[in-house]
């Protein structure tokens, strides 16, 4: 196996080969320095040094699982890292909805160590490296992005998407599926995107007013299915009202899984006030009437509108 340093300074090269062959390849990159003048520039200090900071973050994730390690880091696996890579990617996404730029910084790290350490144990078994990681996703944003290193000249976001799928379409040895997101995705987060894939056969409502009709059709039949008390019937109806919501979502440009996450830390901060306002235990507030718990989430509702 070649050692970090071979590692280290391949990350570079190879990542450089990557462009050039991939350029010469296509035989497509605009030549005119005005339209492509990043393409011509002599790596910047900046990128110099996010080079060496990643040569040292790559030299510790090596040393964490070397003979002189860190046990937990050498027994980690693909799978048994999967966890923290999803805890990880849950953390980022609640530093950049609510967090500072301080703790969006301190994510992003979080989330990239889990990518070193995924390419080490990768690495550590002979599958691959983070130098085939690195020079894959370079081959594949070039590749994808004709209308930046090519001569292809998309106008819309629209255009840009329907290319995308084009060429993903191109790099596939064997066609996917039509619905190919992970399996273990949040639901709410899939039924968008299945709501995008079938948009792009044109097999969609035409605008938000149909899709809340929609909803209201869905909501009218739960409460047909609760009346049966079948349990079954219930769950299905419940699950067809919860995917017209996401379908809402998605035409009215709003991520159903962002739209609930906001709307779980909005009750959560609510009922944090109402415990605050009552000054009561658990117990103790478990014997409040229905009335005055009313009377102490409304009283809540106003403080926090006076935070704000």
């Not at 300074?9 to 080969?17: C, L």
């Not at 990043?38 to 040292?56: D, G, L, N, Q, R």
């Amino acid at each position: 196996m070649p050692s970090y340093r071979d590692i280290v300074e391949k990350v570079a090269v190879h990542s450089t080969q990557s462009l050039q062959s991939e350029t010469s390849m296509k035989k497509n990159l605009d030549q005119d320095p005005t339209k492509n003048q990043h393409s011509h520039e002599a790596p910047s200090s900046e990128t110099v040094k996010a080079s060496e900071a990643f040569a040292v973050l790559l030299k510790i994730v090596a040393d964490l699982r070397g003979p002189r390690g860190c046990p937990w880091d050498k027994e980690q696996t693909h799978s048994s890292l999967t966890q923290y890579a999803i805890e990880e990617a849950y953390e980022l996404a609640e530093a950049i909805e609510n967090g500072t730029a301080q703790d969006i910084k301190e994510e992003l790290g979080d989330f990239l160590f889990q990518v070193v350490l995924n390419a080490q144990v990768a690495h550590d078994d002979d599958a691959f490296s983070i130098v085939d990681v690195i020079t894959t996703l370079n081959k594949k944003m070039i590749h994808r992005h004709p209308h930046v290193f090519g001569k292809t000249e998309e106008k819309t976001i629209k255009e840009v998407w329907l290319h995308w799928d084009q060429l993903k379409a191109q790099e596939q040895s064997k066609p996917k599926p039509v619905f190919s997101y992970p399996r273990n995705m949040p639901a709410l987060q899939a039924a968008h995107k299945i709501g995008v894939k079938t948009e792009g056969y044109k097999f969609d409502w035409s605008n938000s007013g149909q899709v809340f009709e929609k909803l209201r059709e869905e909501f009218h039949e739960l409460e047909e299915a609760l009346a049966t008390t079948q349990t079954d019937k219930i769950e299905e109806e419940l699950g067809d009202l919860l995917f017209s919501a996401a379908q809402l979502a998605r035409h009215l440009k709003l991520e159903p899984e962002q739209v609930l996450r906001k709307a779980n830390r909005k009750f959560e901060d609510r009922f944090n006030e109402v415990l605050k306002i009552s000054g009561l235990n658990k117990q103790s507030f478990r014997e409040l009437s229905p009335e005055k718990m009313e009377e102490f989430w409304k009283l809540a509702k106003i403080h926090l509108k006076k935070q704000t």
